[in-house]
């Protein structure tokens, strides 16, 4: 069985651009969560979402968006890119909800310039 | 704000030794305990995890140590390897803030051989 796929693998853009990252989970899963992970650091919660609906938000600033589709992917977008943003963006499926294990995809390393 | 520490920041090891990686939480209200393998490019993979009513949950080589009352876990991998070099990350996580994981500033494991 595939595990969580994440794409791009790589991304590098300017300040002041917008990006959008993708995310499919593990078959049968039906959450999504997004971490940001600063390098040297361990991952910070953005956003979960649940049968297509969000369920949790990080302490993010309105510029980091996110939505879930019917068979379950999840696209996280990032307007008006700062220097800051700058990461590994990590996807975690989950099967269901809170109490489930949550399973990480390689993640998308974004460059800011 | 900080809700999980976790000390050292790096270790190094000899093949066959005892690594210990400890984490300290403040939220009582946390009760789901994970720690994650990291290698460089991929994504954190759950290694064990505990809740609070247990202090002690061996797997293999890796065992948490859980205390309670001093709101204080740890990580004891027993004849340690040059295959666990990696970074470790303990994270926590609470009935009221949903599937959301706190993480760990993480540790960078080295184990010579």
């Known amino acids: 069985d595939a595990g969580v796929t994440q794409s791009p693998t790589h991304l590098i853009k300017t300040r002041g651009q917008q990006v959008t990252l993708r995310c499919s989970p593990i078959?049968?899963?039906?959450?999504v969560s997004w971490y940001q992970q600063v390098l040297g650091q361990g991952p910070q919660f953005i956003f979960q979402y649940y049968e297509k609906e969000e369920r949790g938000r990080g302490n993010f600033p309105d510029r980091f968006s996110a939505r879930q589709f019917p068979n379950y992917s999840s696209e996280l977008n990032v307007n008006a890119l700062l220097l800051g943003d700058s990461a590994l963006y990590l996807c975690?499926?989950?099967?269901?909800?809170?109490?489930?294990?949550?399973?990480f995809g390689p993640g998308t390393r974004l460059t800011v310039l | 704000q900080q809700q999980v520490k976790q000390s050292p920041q790096s270790l190094i090891v000899q093949k066959g030794g005892i690594s210990i990686i400890n984490c300290a939480y403040e939220n009582t209200a946390f009760d789901y305990f994970p720690w994650y393998q990291q290698f460089p490019g991929k994504g954190p993979a759950l290694l064990i995890a505990?809740?609070?009513?247990?202090s002690e949950k061996k797997e293999g080589r890796f065992t948490i140590s859980f205390n309670k009352s001093a709101k204080q876990f740890s990580l004891h991998i027993m004849d340690s390897q040059p295959g666990d070099s990696a970074t470790y990350f303990c994270?926590?996580?609470?009935?009221?803030?949903?599937?959301?994981?706190?993480f760990g500033e993480g540790t960078q494991l080295t184990v010579n051989p």
């Open positions: 975690a499926s989950q099967y269901r909800g809170t109490t489930d294990t949550q399973y």
């Open positions: 078959s049968g899963h039906k959450s």
């Open positions: 994270a926590a996580r609470g009935e009221t803030s949903g599937s959301r994981l706190t």
């Open positions: 505990i809740r609070p009513d247990v």
